[in-house]
């Protein structure tokens, strides 16, 4: 018997996992339920409030920052996931940030989603 893996879409919606913008007027009422975030490095200059409520809400925020060079900020601290352009010292970028996985390569964000 072969192992199926299932879609994005189903492996998404299966995690709870919601688009910064998919969010409502309401972001709070937007985030409840929802196990992640997902944002780009474009996104997070618009994003404070979201990334406040995502942590009152418990909600885990993947950013997808390849392309950018990654600039130091308040946003990090609540950030989990970091996905970065291949080549990026990932482990000490971690460090320098105290995100819980910071990894590099193409592909999808959701893929390194827990």
């Known amino acids: 018997m072969v192992a ?23 972001i709070r009422a937007s985030l409840q339920g929802k196990r992640w975030l997902l944002l780009t490095a474009e996104e997070l200059s618009q994003a404070t409030a979201a990334l406040m409520f995502s942590e009152l809400e418990d909600v885990l925020v993947a950013v997808d920052y390849r392309g950018h060079d990654v ?23 971690q460090r320098e940030t105290g995100i819980s996985k910071v990894v590099s390569g193409s592909g999808e964000l959701t893929a390194h989603l827990w």
């Open 4 to 26: 199926q893996w299932p879609s994005y879409a189903t492996r998404c919606d299966a995690m709870n996992v919601i688009e910064f913008s998919e969010l409502g007027e309401d």
């Open 71 to 93: 600039e130091d900020g308040m946003w990090a601290r609540a950030v989990h996931l970091l996905l970065v352009d291949e080549g990026t010292p990932t482990s000490q970028l």
